[in-house]
Each structure stands twice: as structure tokens, then as C-alpha cells.
């Protein structure tokens, strides 16, 4: 008799990732015992996904008790319209190293004018350019979560102050953020970047934050949004890179991707877009924590980075 999620001790899991076969490698690898791999969506009790893919085959997971997924990103299964009953689970703490390279990188390549100096090498000139030393500027980054935190604690190490923006205004303990503001404060620390990270989940409140009439505090401000496409809204910064409020835009995330052929940022000389990437999500690192989370799960224990979906993260 085949066995269902009902009649089986033994958990039955369905993979739905553009990364399966590097999962299902790892799982043979792995330490854990007692798992089924199913390919029937009806049967699987427990779901490792990327969110896009888990919010189109929700309908069709009738026996789920569990989902993991492998983004630290789970708006695509938030929305109210969807189902919420099953616990989901997130990936966090793997993502901060790569998002800090990323910032790192397109800024230390701004302040020290490092692709003019390429355009001038293919131009056979020889033709030193004055450039900023970071040490002293304000990063202001929004959000002071895991990726947050390690954000500030890489970009103080270069000689960044790092200020954060979160829901309450509290620097969280052991991190190396010199003060944090509440979002209700977001204007003020604004006025006193040098570079602006949205590092924000999605959710109502975070929905534009990103506006022109936020933007107008800054002044001359590179930002960078690596956090999620909603928090931009797109007239807002427009304006803003027009104004000189923003002087360069980096740009990962977006509401719609691939990004519209027609977007205005495409051509626009001030605006550095890249095609989500980043932080991916390593099959290793998400196992990882899968791997912990089952052996909770066989133990009965909490899981590990558990979703709220009232709260969206």
C-alpha cells in the first residue's frame, strides 16, 4: 500500500526549486533519516520551495503542515489572498555577508572613481581625479535584522558610522550601530546619509517608504535598494535622482521583475541596476538550516525562523 501523508509516520517532501537536484543531492549526503521524496504535491506534508514557485502550488499542497523556504524574501506568500495554514519558515543569517560585498563594492567603486578611471585607461589618459575617503560617512540603513546588522558591523569596519532605522528606534544588542532611529524619525536620519540601504521587509508599512517626500531629506545620498522592490516608489526616486537629492541608485530589487523593458531606469546615467543577485541563496547555506529545522521537526521543537504572516517577515 502506498503510503499517504495521513497513514505515514515518515515525512514526505516535495522539493519545487529551480535548484532541486542540488537539494536532493545534499539530502542524500545529509544526516537525515526517515524522509520520503514525493512527487505528488497532495501527498507532501512538507515543502522545500522558492517562495514564487510554493505560492503557485499552494492549492494543490492539501496535506501541508510545513513549508521552508529558500529565500529570507516570503512576500510572494503573504498576500491575504492565500492560504496561511501552515507554519513557514524563512532563511536567515546567510545573506548579510554577500549584501555587504554588494554595498561595499558599488561604493567604494563611487567614492574612489574607479569605473571613470577605466574609461579613462581606454582612452590611453592619464588624469588623477579627486576622491572621498568613506572613513566618516553615514551609512543609514533600514532594517536592523540579521542582514542589517552585519551590514553595519562590515561597513564600520571600513570606517562607515552606521545608523539604523527600525520600527522602535532600539540599537539591537551587540550590533555596531552607533544610534537607530524609528521609522517614525526616518527624516532625520536621513538628512545625514551619505549612503542609504533598504534592507526592509515587505509589508504595508514598508510599501513606498521610499518617496519623494521621504528623499527629499537627503542630500546628495547614494542609495541602495537590496531589500524589496516595494520600498522604492518609482516617481519618488526619479524626482530625487533629478533634484540631486539622490546621486546614484543601485538598484536589485524591484514590484515587477525582470524589470519592464520600459522602465525608466534602464537608460537613466545615475541609476546601476542589477537582476536580483545580490544575495542568492546558496543551495548549501538554505540546506543548512533545513537540515536543522528537520531534525526540530522529527524532535517535535521549534522550528528555526518561523514567519509571522500577520506581520509579513
Not at 501523508?5 to 515525512?11: D, I, N, Q
Not at 492565500?82 to 548579510?96: E, H, S
Not at 571600513?158 to 522602535?168: D, E, K, P, W
Not at 532611529?181 to 551619505?194: F, G, I
Amino acid at each position: 500500500m502506498k503510503p499517504t501523508a495521513e497513514t505515514s509516520a515518515t515525512p514526505l517532501l516535495y522539493i519545487a526549486s529551480k535548484q532541486q537536484q542540488d537539494y536532493l543531492d545534499l539530502l542524500q549526503q545529509s544526516s537525515l533519516k526517515h524522509i520520503a521524496i514525493t512527487q505528488d504535491k497532495s501527498q507532501a506534508n512538507i515543502v522545500l520551495a522558492d517562495p514564487p514557485l510554493l505560492a503557485k502550488y499552494l492549492d494543490e499542497l492539501t496535506n501541508l503542515k510545513w513549508a521552508q523556504a529558500t529565500y529570507a524574501g516570503i512576500d510572494k506568500l503573504t498576500k491575504p489572498e492565500l492560504r496561511q495554514d501552515y507554519t513557514l519558515t524563512n532563511v536567515k543569517g546567510i545573506f548579510g555577508q554577500l549584501i555587504s560585498e554588494y554595498v561595499l563594492g558599488y561604493s567604494l567603486s563611487y567614492f574612489r572613481h574607479l569605473n571613470q578611471y577605466q574609461q579613462l585607461q581606454a582612452q590611453n589618459k592619464w588624469q588623477p581625479i579627486e576622491y572621498q575617503s568613506v572613513m566618516g560617512k553615514k551609512a543609514v540603513i533600514l532594517g536592523t535584522g540579521s542582514i542589517g546588522t552585519q551590514l553595519a558591523s562590515c561597513v564600520s569596519a571600513l570606517g562607515f558610522v552606521a545608523i539604523g532605522v527600525n520600527s522602535r528606534g532600539l540599537i539591537p544588542q551587540g550590533s555596531m550601530f552607533s544610534q537607530c532611529y524609528s521609522t517614525e524619525q526616518l527624516d532625520e536620519a536621513l538628512a545625514q546619509a551619505d549612503v542609504v540601504v533598504n534592507a526592509l521587509p515587505s509589508t504595508p508599512q514598508t510599501y513606498h517608504i521610499l518617496n519623494a517626500q521621504h528623499l527629499s531629506h537627503c542630500q546628495s545620498a547614494l542609495l541602495f535598494n537590496i531589500g524589496r522592490g516595494t520600498a522604492v516608489d518609482d516617481d519618488g526616486l526619479l524626482l530625487a535622482l533629478e533634484k540631486g537629492w539622490i546621486a546614484h541608485a543601485y538598484l536589485d530589487v524591484f514590484p515587477q521583475e525582470p524589470l519592464p523593458q520600459e522602465s525608466a531606469y534602464w537608460q537613466h546615467p545615475n541609476v546601476s541596476i542589477t537582476p536580483h543577485i545580490a544575495a542568492n541563496s546558496f543551495p548549501q547555506q538554505v540546506f543548512d538550516i533545513f537540515e536543522q529545522n528537520m531534525q526540530r521537526w522529527q524532535n517535535q521543537q521549534p522550528l528555526l525562523n518561523q514567519v509571522d504572516f500577520s506581520r509579513g517577515y
